[in-house]
């Protein structure tokens, strides 16, 4: 993700997208938000609302991965 020049509020939400550390599915499910994310930095400018639509993604990325945890029962 290019982040060159970019907010320090941009950036800081940026790095909570990362996902290479996350075993699958989680990573794969994780990927998702961060093309998003990458997209919408890409192509709106720095701003409030940058930054809180960054968050909300954020927080439904969090959502989803939560989602794709293992069940008690095993399942996922």
């Known amino acids: ?9 941009t950036v800081s ?3 909570f997208f990362a996902y290479d550390h996350l ?6 499910i ?6 998003l994310a990458e ?3 890409r192509e709106l400018p ?4 940058l930054t809180t639509g960054l968050r909300k993604l ?3 990325k969090d959502c989803f991965v939560r989602a794709a ?8």
Do not use: V
Request: aromatic share 2%; net charge negative.
């Open 1 to 9: 993700m290019d982040l060159e020049g970019r907010h320090p509020a």
């Open 13 to 15: 939400i940026a790095r």
């Open 23 to 28: 075993p699958e599915p989680m990573r794969t």
């Open 30 to 35: 994780s990927m998702y938000s961060e093309a």
């Open 39 to 41: 997209a919408m930095i």
């Open 46 to 49: 720095d701003g409030p609302e």
């Open 58 to 60: 954020l927080e439904a």
């Open 69 to 76: 945890l293992p069940t008690e029962d095993g399942g996922g």
